[in-house]
């Protein structure tokens, strides 16, 4: 596999990612990187990337991928910088946010479906014909929450739906052109996701998350082996086996009640501090 995971990464000149400033994207960059010293990383996202080695060649574009406009002014600048050759544009900026709808706040939700949802629409649309004249792939980052109802996550469950179901027609739509998609679809990572979305502490396990590595790794050997959909770690397959098949209502009953069990974790150690 090691040889076909380098022949994947020497195709591709530049890898355009979003949000490779820290967890899923970070390893992403580390990853190609290792695979193929002479990529050109083009990082969008608001703060800029700290890698741990520094023979990166990167450029970062501070951006914030949900205020209007910000995409079409940051896409001139990235293309004048890119290098000829194959593109790999990675879709994997995003957040959550944990609680009854709107909580936190309604505004939270409205951004989260710009950044998690729009923005990856726009770059996709805007880096398209580029796309289409050099070859690449684009892999849309969604998760394992898109494949049933998240009750207390509800906007952010619903976007990944969206993004797991728009990136699966659109490698449909794009047959042919030398273009490929691939949905990634993680389970709980070790990130900063879950402080960001708002909780107190670390609600999973460490036996039921898989690190960003073993995430990154696994998409690439996707994208190598010319798959449209993955999803990281034998426990991660299973459940998302399984909750298709639940009637739609009795999944969100149940995700209801397992979520629910995450809040009070959170209130217990609230109370704690
Ligand atoms: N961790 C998990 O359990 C998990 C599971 C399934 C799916 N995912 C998905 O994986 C992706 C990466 O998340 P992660 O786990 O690596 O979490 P993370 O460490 O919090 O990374 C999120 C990234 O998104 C970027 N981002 C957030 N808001 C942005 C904005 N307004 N504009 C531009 N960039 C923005 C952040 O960059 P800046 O802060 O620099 O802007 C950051 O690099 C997300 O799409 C997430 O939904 C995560």
Not at 115 to 134: D, M, Q
Not at 163 to 175: G, P
Request: glycine content about 8%; aromatic content about 8%; overall charge positive.
């Amino acid at each position: 596999m090691g040889n076909k995971l380098q022949s994947m990464a020497s195709q591709f000149a530049t890898v355009v990612i979003t949000g490779g400033s820290s967890g899923i994207g970070k390893a992403f960059v580390h990853q190609l990187h290792s695979l193929n010293r002479s990529i050109f990383f083009c990082n969008l996202s608001r703060s800029k990337p700290c890698f741990e080695t520094d023979d990166i060649a990167y450029k970062h574009f501070p951006c914030h991928l949900g205020e209007r406009g910000a995409i079409e002014s940051v896409f001139r600048e990235v293309v004048r910088e890119m290098p000829p050759g194959r593109i790999l544009l990675i879709n994997n900026s995003g957040f959550g946010s944990y609680g009854p709808f709107p909580e936190p706040a309604l505004e939270d939700q409205l951004e989260m479906i710009d950044v998690n949802v729009r923005a990856l629409v726009e770059l996709t649309g805007r880096f398209l014909p580029l796309l289409r004249e050099r070859g690449g792939a684009v892999v849309n980052v969604a998760s394992t929450a898109a494949f049933q109802p998240t009750p207390y996550m509800a906007t952010y469950g619903s976007g990944k739906a969206f993004v797991l179901h728009w990136s699966l027609a659109l490698e449909r739509d794009l047959q042919g052109t030398g273009v490929r998609v691939l949905a990634l679809c993680p389970g709980p990572t070790a990130t900063d996701f879950f402080l960001r979305a708002g909780f107190k502490e670390r609600v999973v396990s460490p036996g039921l998350s898989q690190t960003p590595d073993e995430v990154v790794i696994a998409a690439l050997k996707a994208l190598a082996r010319g798959k449209r959909l993955c999803v990281p770690g034998w426990k991660n397959r299973v459940l998302t086996a399984l909750s298709p098949h639940l009637p739609k209502p009795l999944a969100a009953t149940l995700g209801a009640a397992i979520l629910r069990r995450v809040r009070l974790a959170q209130l217990r150690a609230m109370k704690r501090e």
